[in-house]
């Protein structure tokens, strides 16, 4: 299987709950490890990704700890990173800044990692394209589009400072992934007070759409579109793993459905699968290393299977 990831690094200062603070490359890192996790020797896994050039070479050393991950798409940009301080009140309840953003990718930028099995598009910053791209990516790619609407719902102040917003185009968005994943918040600067089964029958009539609502601690909610009918599901998360930072929970899920579904096709096992990677993500302060993730996924697995 050949897998594309668009998405953004980002440069994490993390100021948890509890009053202790970490450092560590973060952004599409969080959704490449469950990738790792999940794939065979023999996959290959591409991220197509704008790095700044003072964490470039931490990227590529992160990136090629292991036989699967190629670097062909990452393009070196001539600036500082995108940098991103995350301050939590709560478990739910955090602020965001985001400084020195990098540029959006262009379709000559990404054309040549369309040869793909699965696309997945992480919205890391909000700005890696716009509606207009995703929608000729659409044209000319027939797998499925994995979507994760992130910071679409975000704007950014002068001073760096996200807040919501509505999104912009947001049912063209929609209309032109597969599988869409947002949480509560995201889903509202979306589609406001609307119901999700209201609204995907206005906005996704004719199509088959999977949409993912992510319901923190109390798991995920799974809307199947097929026909005109919207056929619901609730997943609780695994009750064995204790979640002491959420940074990149939600990364982590996309990689879980993404590809438990790439194998299945079986929307429940992957959305069990998702809330398992999940989990195990927020089991970390800060980003974890690959082999660890990897190994304790695995034996997890193992585990909950039997």
Known sequence: MRVTVI?????????????SR???????????????????ANDELTPVCRVGE??????????TDDPITRTEGLIKAPQLNNNVEL????????????LHPLPPFTFAEIEPFLD?????????SGWELDAAL????????????????HSLALGRKKDGTRFYRPI????????????IQLNRSEWQALAGEEEPEIFLKDCCFNQHKIVNLLLSWEGSKTFILRD???????IAPPQNIAVVDPTGCGDAYLAGFGITYLKTADPHKAARTANRCAALMGSFKGLPESKEFISRYRTLNGEMDE
Request: aromatic share 14%; glycine share 8%.
């Open 7 to 19: 998405g953004t690094f980002i440069k994490d200062v993390i100021y948890h709950w509890d009053g």
């Open 22 to 40: 970490s450092h560590s490359l973060g952004g599409l890192m969080y959704t490449l490890i469950p990738l790792k996790a999940l794939l065979a």
């Open 54 to 63: 003072d964490i470039y070479d931490a990227v590529v050393d992160r990136l």
């Open 87 to 98: 301050r939590y009140f709560s478990p739910q309840e955090r602020q965001e800044q985001s």
């Open 116 to 124: 793909a099995d699965a696309l997945f598009i992480n919205m890391i």
């Open 134 to 149: 995703l929608g000729r990516i659409r044209k000319s790619y027939n797998g499925l589009i994995f979507l994760d609407i």
């Open 168 to 179: 912009p185009q947001g049912k063209e968005w929609l209309y032109n992934a597969d599988v």
């Open 228 to 234: 005109g009918a919207v056929d619901v599901f609730a």
